[in-house]
């Protein structure tokens, strides 16, 4: 498979649960983003890593935990979410911070969240 | 607080009429702007960017860009009923041409009837 892809594509877990959404970029790039999109709201930022550095953590709750073990892969541990975290969770990478031209990011086709 | 602002629609649209979709934002000092559709329970997929005042066509797609008045337009041609998705615009804050600092709008829903 090409471009960014992500597992699961749905998930849905308790409040007491612990789960992981997994990112995966086949484009060479160095920079990977975490968003979160719920409905009618504008896309939210949470997370960005550049060349597997965080380099911006947007006010998220401790209850997200994001790794990049290396520029391929990014993570989001989820652990005692809350039903309002519920949302569409894309994942997004581009071959710098810096968007030049129409060089911008790439969005995989996002994990479904359910919290019950 | 930047802010990007989008009316939400649903935007109904004859086949073949021109598709006119408006942004709003708020931070003066942007200098990037983009057009991303999204259809239903896929990911967004960058259409247009524009950096400049004035027109930017790509094949039945032109984006505006007035910044003077801080509003950035996306028009469709021809519209198609493949056309039919949410399109969500974007903006680089701050003059900044970073990703990290793009914020983007809720997204408009076009739906083009036959």
């Known amino acids: 498979e090409t471009g960014v892809t992500q597992t699961p594509r749905h998930l849905v877990m308790g409040m007491t649960n612990k789960k992981s959404l997994k990112c995966e970029q086949h484009?060479?790039?160095?920079?990977m983003y975490w968003y979160k999109q719920s409905a009618k709201k504008p896309l939210e930022l949470m997370f960005v890593y550049n060349f597997k550095e965080q380099t911006e953590n947007n006010s998220v709750p401790s209850r997200f935990s994001p790794e990049c073990p290396n520029s391929s892969h990014l993570f989001l541990h989820l652990h005692t979410l809350q039903p309002e975290d519920s949302a569409l969770y894309l994942c997004?990478?581009?071959?710098?911070?810096?968007?030049?031209?129409?060089?911008?990011?790439?969005f995989g086709p996002g994990t479904r969240l359910t919290v019950l | 607080q930047k802010e990007v602002e989008q009316n939400s629609g649903p935007l109904s649209v004859p086949e073949g009429a021109i598709a006119s979709l408006n942004c709003t934002y708020s931070?003066?000092?942007?200098?990037?702007f983009f057009w991303y559709r999204q259809y239903s329970g896929k990911s967004p997929e960058l259409i247009m960017f524009i950096y400049s005042n004035g027109d930017k066509e790509d094949g039945r797609f032109t984006a505006q860009l007035n910044k003077a008045s801080q509003y950035v337009s996306l028009l469709i041609r021809d519209s198609q009923p493949s056309d039919s998705a949410t399109y969500l615009c974007?903006?680089?804050?701050?003059?900044?041409?970073?990703?990290?600092?793009?914020?983007f709008g809720s997204g408009t829903r076009l739906s083009i009837r036959p």
């Open positions: 931070d003066r000092g942007s200098q990037s």
């Open positions: 974007a903006v680089n804050s701050g003059g900044y041409s970073s990703a990290s600092k793009i914020i």
């Open positions: 484009l060479g790039h160095n920079a």
């Open positions: 997004a990478s581009s071959q710098d911070l810096e968007v030049i031209g129409g060089d911008t990011q790439y």
